[in-house]
């Protein structure tokens, strides 16, 4: 079963700044959502709220799983992840001197990942064959693709429900870059997630996404109800392609 | 066999065995030092405090000393989970445990220490084995079982260490702890409760390590004094976090030792085996078998 999130009026900073201010935003069950701005507008930090690796000064952040509704402000990140919520984190933060095995296998750590460990590693050995070929490879020695690629893997293999993505892009050459993208819409479809991406290449970004939202300050300064609606906003291609 | 070959291969051979007493004391520190980045000083006391226990319960039971210490191994491992988070209170949660987590270990070396002189008194203590005066011999080589014994009982809980840092969820996030604290949480692993652990496996390893040593050689309060530079050697040789590194690290460094200490005497064993510490790493700086990240 599919599942959603809610986050309503959400405040958050660092000491004195203030790096989210009243942000609202909604990701139905089954979408994929991006969350588009330019480096410094709060897309990490929301991120990191949802996840609980920072405490929110104010604001509900609401998921739905499996039916049931839980309110995420205040629970650690390791409550939070075994709801069934994953990120990719921006820079991947992998383990360098672990094996691609090993760092994909600690993604099952969970009580219901370690159920499907057998049927999850070979859907991501299926999903990206050179992650097979290379499993006994220390990823500190990948390349930075084939280091997203154990990314993605690594929190497939926590069996989520909702899948959060932070600046895939970060670092890969373009094509790389449009691969990884289109991977992240595979593996969407496939295992009927929900997906929160955020993304600074809005071209890549709109390729898969169903709705967007711009960050500018740490507000939500657009939303978009297509990709269309996005490319053809005038905020979007007067400060954010810069057209 | 001529002469000079057969002390080769005997100071080869207990070499080997003096490598697998090393092994012994190093492999609970590559787990604390090596994978979790606490520079446990007071490891080599720990080992003392073991084997002080072990002669004591020896002496009251008559029962083996490394059967007893196998006993104590699980109160070792509340030991240092209880230590653990005392220094994680103090230290490590404030982003303190360069220096002062350094000193904090100093000063728990040195209460054990004093500790057990007021507890057992300055003298040695030993613990016989039932197999202590036995030696085996292979052609002109001697296998006094007083060493070997030790040596595989100590490999054995190593090789068994090794399988469950590779083959559990928990050992492989023990192993991955160091690498990036944060990324755990993000896998719903709670970085402490995992170093908590692993710490109380280091201090278990430190009461095998004394059973091991308590048999080879009688023990006071300050036996452990000669192991600190001797492991802290051999875990950054074998390559910091690999526990098959840390081993061949041990033995090579108990045979350089032991061959130089036979054929030159033993003033220059330390020197020899010390001067090979800085070949390894002027050569591989990650260690042996360490994996360069």
């Known amino acids: ?243 | 066999m001529d002469p000079g070959l057969a002390l080769l291969l005997n100071g080869v051979v207990s070499g080997l065995l003096l490598g697998g007493l090393y092994a012994a004391a190093a492999a609970g520190l590559s787990v604390s030092f090596g994978m979790l980045d606490v520079v446990n000083i007071a490891h080599p006391a720990f080992m003392v405090l073991g084997a002080l226990l072990v002669a004591l319960l020896w002496s009251a039971t008559g029962l083996d000393p490394l059967l007893l210490s196998l006993l104590l191994a699980p109160a070792f491992w509340a030991l240092g989970a209880a230590i653990y988070v005392a220094y994680h209170h103090f230290f490590e949660r404030r982003g303190d445990e360069a220096i002062q987590g350094l000193a904090f270990f100093f000063g728990v070396m040195f209460l054990i220490e004093v500790g057990l002189v007021l507890a057992v008194g300055p003298e040695q203590h030993f613990a016989d084995a039932a197999y202590a005066g036995t030696t085996w011999r292979l052609g002109e080589i001697d296998l006094p079982l007083r060493m070997l014994v030790p040596a595989a009982v100590a490999l054995a809980a190593i090789g068994a260490l090794a399988l469950f840092l590779r083959r559990t969820f928990t050992g492989r996030a023990i192993a991955a702890v160091a690498q990036d604290r944060e990324a755990l949480r993000l896998l719903a692993i709670d970085p402490v409760r995992i170093k908590r652990l692993a710490f109380g496996i280091s201090i278990a390893m430190a009461a095998l390590a004394g059973g091991a040593l308590v048999v080879v050689q009688p023990v006071d309060a300050w036996s452990g004094h000669v192991f600190i530079g001797r492991v802290f050697a051999i875990v950054i040789m074998g390559g910091l976090a690999s526990l098959g590194g840390c081993v061949l690290a041990a033995l090579a460094f108990g045979v350089v030792e032991n061959v130089t200490a036979t054929f030159y005497g033993p003033s220059w064993s330390p020197a020899v085996a010390f001067g090979c510490l800085l070949l390894v790493l002027a050569i591989r700086p990650q260690g042996l078998f360490g994996r360069a990240a």
């Open chain 1, 1 to 243: 079963m599919a599942a959603s999130l809610l986050i309503e009026d959400l405040d958050a900073g660092y000491g004195a700044v203030r790096a989210l201010d009243g942000v609202s935003l909604s990701v139905a069950a089954g979408e994929t959502v991006a969350l588009l701005g330019t480096n410094g507008n709060g897309k990490t930090t929301l991120m990191r709220c949802i996840l609980g690796l920072l405490r929110p000064a104010r604001g509900r952040i609401l998921a739905t799983i499996e039916g049931r509704q839980v309110e995420l402000v205040g629970r650690s990140p390791e409550e939070i992840v075994d709801l069934g919520i994953a990120l990719v984190p921006e820079g991947r933060r992998l383990f360098p001197r672990l094996s691609v095995e090993e760092n994909l296998l600690l993604g099952a750590y969970r009580r219901t990942a370690r159920a499907a460990i057998r049927r999850n590693l070979d859907f991501c050995y299926d999903a990206f064959p050179r992650l097979k070929e290379r499993r006994a490879q220390p990823v500190g020695s990948m390349s930075g693709g084939e280091q997203q690629m154990v990314a993605l893997g690594r929190a497939v293999m926590c069996a989520p429900k909702i899948l959060l993505v932070d600046e895939p892009s970060v670092g890969l050459a373009p094509i790389l870059v449009a691969r990884t993208i289109e991977k992240i819409g595979e593996l969407k479809e496939k295992l009927g997630l929900t997906v929160l991406m955020a993304e600074q290449n809005f071209h890549q970004a709109i390729r898969i996404a169903d709705r967007g939202y711009v960050l500018v300050h740490g507000q939500v300064a657009f939303q978009g109800d297509s990709p269309a609606a996005l490319g053809d906003s005038e905020l979007v291609r007067k400060f954010y392609l810069g057209l």
